[in-house]
Nanobody, 123 residues
Framework: QVQLVESGGGLVRPGGSLRLSCAASGLSLDDYAISWFRQAPGKEREEVSCISTSHGTTYDADSVKGRFTLSADNGKNMVYLQMNSLKPEDTAVYYC????????????????WGQGTQVTVSS
């Protein structure tokens, strides 16, 4: 049974940092791409970053380039999203999602989702 569990969300001031973690079980990061999506109130869920270790590729949305860094520890089946220089517009529920092999920007392409973790950026 595949399970994705996010952690690390919280309240942070603008300019601050958070590190989100996604613990994957029931699948191998050698075979699956892991993506982070976020959904702010009243907005569509959007892809933030994605990593495919099997294909050696990563993706970052323009809105987070230079501020967010995605990394994976295949041995631990963990994916980390380091978020720096956070802005109020980064406030959202962040979800990790998994699909075979390669990243995709389409929500429907991901068959496995975590429960989400809230990130709030506010002074």
């Amino acid at each position: 049974q595949v399970q994705l569990v996010e952690s690390g969300g919280g309240l942070v001031r603008p300019g601050g940092s958070l590190r989100l973690s996604c613990a994957a079980s029931g699948l191998s990061l050698d075979d699956y791409a892991i993506s982070w999506f976020r959904q702010a109130p009243g907005k569509e869920r959007e892809e933030v970053s994605c990593i495919s270790t099997s294909h050696g590729t990563t993706y970052d949305a323009d809105s987070v380039k230079g501020r967010f860094t995605l990394s994976a520890d295949n041995g631990k089946n963990m994916v980390y999203l380091q978020m720096n220089s956070l802005k109020p517009e980064d406030t959202a529920v962040y979800y990790c999602a998994a699909r075979p092999e390669v990243c995709s920007a389409w929500r429907s392409a991901y068959g496995y989702w975590g429960q989400g973790t809230q990130v709030t950026v506010s002074s």
